[in-house]
């Protein structure tokens, strides 16, 4: 049998169950997959014997992970680092987490995606657009596309390009910006490098935020780099894009969106996007609309890109779930 510190983490776990008995080990089988307890019943029948110390050492490693997880689920894993540097030291906490976060497969600035955006925005708004991007990279969209909303126009274009260019960040620069916020808010860490930023993590960020801001940062960026707002405005879907879809889709958002919002995303659309949902009502529907809209009155640019906003966040669901089918960049990439 191989040294303890040799071990493959499938080795370790059949140890485990053999140390726990038959009747824990068969309870822990009930919560793995056929594919997982196959390879797990074979690695134990190729057990011959387990010494002593390694029994004792892999059981002190399954409880320090369980403890980890446990401290991870009551605070995070800033919470969880520091209780367990308290108890096992500084390297000890470090490689536990490590061990945990990777197989938890737990994203930088873990502690980030549960705070107030505002409360993000009032810490990271002075510091350098570079250090921005990336931690709004690693954010959720809605929460990174407020935060980008909030910015000083001047800035928003600039990080929204910094994401879109971004690729591989170390882990010591990713562990620095985390260490700084970890005093006002908390850290994590991350033990590779980690793939984030590129264009498709700015346009999901500019799903999330305001049609004006969204226009705005796209002018910005026509002008400092056309070719990467094309690609950009390529994978993006507004609600003038409603006239890509196909009549079957179509009527599924009809169908989906609240009347009033479809009134006044329709009250100031280009004839050709209201031709296209026009049809594909009723007759007696399309007329209502028509009437309706034309005794709206003058109505609000911020109400009507607020409704526009919210269908296009229904087709983007409908289109996650797999009910309707989008074409990106002129058709040529079909996404379902």
Same mark, same amino acid.
């Not at 549960?114 to 350098?128: M, R």
């Given at each position: 049998?191989? *040294?303890?510190?040799?071990?493959?983490?499938?080795?370790?776990? +059949?140890?485990?169950?053999?140390?726990?008995?038959?009747?824990?080990?068969?309870?822990?089988?009930?919560? %793995?997959?056929?594919?997982?307890?196959?390879?797990?019943?074979?690695?134990?029948?190729?057990?011959?014997?387990?010494?002593?110390?390694?029994?004792?050492?892999?059981?002190?490693?399954?409880?320090?992970?369980?403890? +980890? =997880?446990?401290?991870? +689920?009551?605070?995070?894993?800033?919470?969880? *680092?520091?209780?367990?540097?308290?108890?096992?030291?500084?390297?000890?906490?470090?490689?536990?987490?490590?061990?945990?976060?990777?197989?938890? /497969?737990?994203?930088?600035?873990?502690?980030?995606?549960?705070?107030?955006?505002? =409360?993000?925005?009032?810490?990271? /708004?002075?510091?350098?657009? =570079?250090?921005?991007?990336?931690?709004?990279?690693?954010?959720?969209?809605?929460?990174?596309?407020?935060?980008?909303?909030? %910015?000083?126009? $001047?800035?928003?274009?600039?990080?929204?390009?910094?994401?879109?260019?971004?690729?591989?960040?170390?882990?010591?620069?990713?562990?620095?910006?985390?260490?700084?916020?970890? /005093?006002?808010?908390?850290?994590?860490?991350?033990?590779?490098?980690?793939?984030?930023?590129?264009?498709?993590?700015?346009?999901?960020?500019?799903?999330?935020?305001?049609?004006?801001?969204?226009?705005?940062?796209?002018?910005?960026?026509?002008?400092?780099?056309?070719?990467?707002?094309?690609?950009?405005?390529? *994978?993006?879907?507004?609600?003038?894009?409603?006239?890509?879809?196909?009549?079957?889709?179509?009527?599924?958002?009809?169908?989906?969106?609240?009347?009033?919002?479809? *009134?006044?995303?329709?009250?100031?659309?280009?004839?050709?996007? /209201?031709?296209?949902?026009?049809?594909?009502?009723?007759? #007696?529907?399309?007329?209502?609309?028509?009437? $309706?809209?034309?005794?709206?009155?003058?109505? #609000?640019?911020?109400?009507?890109?607020?409704? =526009?906003?919210?269908?296009? +966040?229904?087709? #983007?669901?409908?289109?996650?779930?797999?009910?309707?089918?989008?074409?990106?960049?002129?058709?040529?990439?079909?996404?379902?």
């Amino acid at each position: 049998m191989a *040294r303890q510190q040799e071990l493959t983490g499938r080795q370790k776990a +059949a140890i485990l169950l053999i140390s726990l008995g038959p009747d824990v080990s068969a309870q822990v089988y009930k919560h %793995l997959t056929a594919e997982e307890i196959e390879k797990l019943t074979l690695e134990i029948s190729s057990v011959k014997k387990v010494e002593g110390n390694q029994k004792e050492e892999i059981l002190e490693q399954f409880h320090q992970l369980a403890l +980890a =997880q446990d401290y991870i +689920a009551q605070g995070g894993i800033g919470y969880a *680092r520091t209780v367990l540097e308290k108890a096992v030291g500084s390297d000890a906490a470090q490689e536990i987490i490590g061990r945990l976060t990777s197989s938890l /497969q737990v994203k930088p600035f873990d502690f980030a995606r549960k705070t107030d955006p505002a =409360q993000i925005l009032n810490f990271i /708004q002075s510091e350098h657009p =570079q250090t921005i991007a990336l931690i709004l990279s690693y954010l959720d969209n809605e929460q990174a596309g407020q935060i980008l909303s909030e %910015l000083p126009q $001047e800035m928003q274009a600039d990080i929204a390009r910094r994401i879109a260019l971004m690729d591989s960040t170390s882990p010591e620069i990713i562990y620095e910006v985390e260490r700084i916020l970890e /005093q006002k808010l908390s850290a994590t860490a991350t033990q590779d490098y980690t793939q984030t930023g590129g264009i498709q993590a700015v346009v999901e960020v500019l799903n999330g935020v305001d049609r004006s801001t969204e226009r705005t940062i796209l002018d910005a960026l026509e002008i400092q780099d056309p070719e990467l707002a094309e690609e950009i405005k390529k *994978r993006m879907f507004v609600f003038e894009d409603i006239v890509t879809l196909d009549n079957r889709a179509i009527q599924r958002v009809i169908r989906e969106v609240e009347n009033d919002d479809l *009134r006044l995303a329709l009250k100031v659309a280009s004839e050709e996007v /209201q031709e296209v949902v026009f049809s594909n009502m009723s007759n #007696r529907m399309a007329e209502t609309f028509k009437e $309706e809209m034309e005794f709206m009155g003058p109505v #609000r640019l911020k109400d009507v890109e607020e409704a =526009q906003t919210r269908i296009v +966040a229904a087709i #983007r669901r409908l289109e996650e779930v797999g009910e309707i089918v989008v074409a990106r960049g002129g058709g040529d990439d079909i996404i379902v």
